[in-house]
């Protein structure tokens, strides 16, 4: 099996989005491989927030990153932080960017956006009660909390913008925040509730069981790298560092790292890009909420969890090949000081820090190219754990059109196209 491999549909990813998209395909009676480097769920799964966040129907950034630019140069610790040596890589993608938030593209964003999201929720209880653990996903709700009053109109405003995509979004006063989470400070001024999202137990654990129901369907997993590989008249051949797998097609779902393999079959570049997220875990401390709890002023995001609570969501620009800045991870902890009646319990915590892959309208690839042999499922940003189960429905659709199964009624249509860039 190592030197020679053969299958309909080689999966180049074991992230939760390539192996969501191969349980459903082996379970639609395709012969199916998954490749990758890592074990499964070690790369940017195995870190994400936990939030299932369907509220998130808008782009990575607005145009205030302009403003923002010398303080993420110049700021190690700044929540959006782009690296002095990485700016030339750089800049042609924030140049994307921003023409992104035109008012036209601005709009199929968050049309995109919104689509992916609606439908997500849904999809993750199929797939969840498919393998018999609809208990991994808590679907209690979110908030957004404020501290400053001069904040509460920034606040009011999103509550707007969010009411006009059809996000379920209520205005929680002080008093209602301190009853559901007593242990935030009474310096909280209000926030956001958004009670159509929710949050995973353990981010890890879902890869792991949908891992073990893909085994169990036939899926075999090979822990090998992809260097390369070629589509020919019958199929794909890909090239790992083990020998080499042949395939009727290929499905590219390996994040941030996705890229030079799509340019390699297909011979169009892709503006990919990674944020680098970091995550603190801190396994002292339980119960502290009751469902995540994002800070509007100090941006980032705590997540309960089986194992502790999880603080989150500090980006960083750096590429692929830069070591992890740890510090930028227990700087999390230091945000959050302040948020609640007593401080974070901070002992035996770990630090984490990976890889989201962002293109530059915040839109994911979802496509298929060289007649159906060559399928895209990557560029999710910080919304794969979200889009993981509904992407995966749709790879099936393409994958198997004539096929007959309840899922999502969400086309792949033109914002989700590779040939967009």
Known sequence: MANNVSCDIAVVGAGIIGVACALR?????????????????????????????????????DASILKRLPAMLMDPMGPLRLDWKYLPRALPWFTRLLLNLRAEPFQKTVAGLRALNESSLDAWHRLLSDIQRPDLLKVDGSLL???????????????????????????????????????????????????????????????????????????????????????????????????????????????????????????????????????????????????????????????????????????????????????????????????????????AATPWMGFRPSLPDSLPVIDQVCDGKVLLAFGHQHLGLTQAAVTAEMVVRMALPTVVTKTCSLPVSEPYRLNRF
Request: hydrophobic share 40%; with cysteine.
């Open 25 to 61: 395909l082996a379970r639609k009676g395709l012969r199916v491989v998954v490749i990758d480097q890592q074990p499964p769920g070690h790369g940017a799964s195995f870190g994400n927030a936990g939030h299932l966040a369907t509220e998130q129907v808008f782009p990575i950034a």
């Open 145 to 347: 909390v404020f501290e400053k009053p001069e904040s509460r109109q920034a606040i009011e405003a999103l509550q707007v913008r969010m009411a006009q995509q059809q996000v379920a979004v209520d205005y929680w006063q002080a008093s209602a925040i301190r009853d559901t989470a007593p242990q935030l400070s009474e310096q909280i001024q209000g926030g956001l509730f958004f009670p159509c999202t929710g949050h995973f137990i353990d981010p890890y654990r879902v890869v792991c069981e949908l891992v073990e129901a893909a085994k169990a369907s036939g899926v075999r997993f090979l822990q090998q790298q992809v260097q390369g590989g070629y589509v020919q008249e019958h199929g794909v051949s890909l090239v790992t560092g083990n020998g080499g797998v042949s395939a009727s097609r290929v499905l590219i779902a390996c994040g941030a790292h996705s890229a030079k393999l799509t340019a390699a079959l297909t011979g169009q570049k892709v503006p990919l890009d990674t944020e680098r997220g970091y995550h603190l875990m801190l396994p002292q401390e339980h119960d502290r909420l009751p469902f995540p709890v994002t800070s509007l002023e100090r941006k980032f995001i705590m997540t309960p969890m089986t194992e502790g609570l999880r603080l989150a969501g500090t980006v960083e620009f750096a590429g692929l090949q830069k070591p992890p800045s740890m510090e930028r991870a227990w700087q999390l902890h230091r945000l959050s000081q302040g948020l609640f009646r007593k401080d974070l319990n901070a002992d």
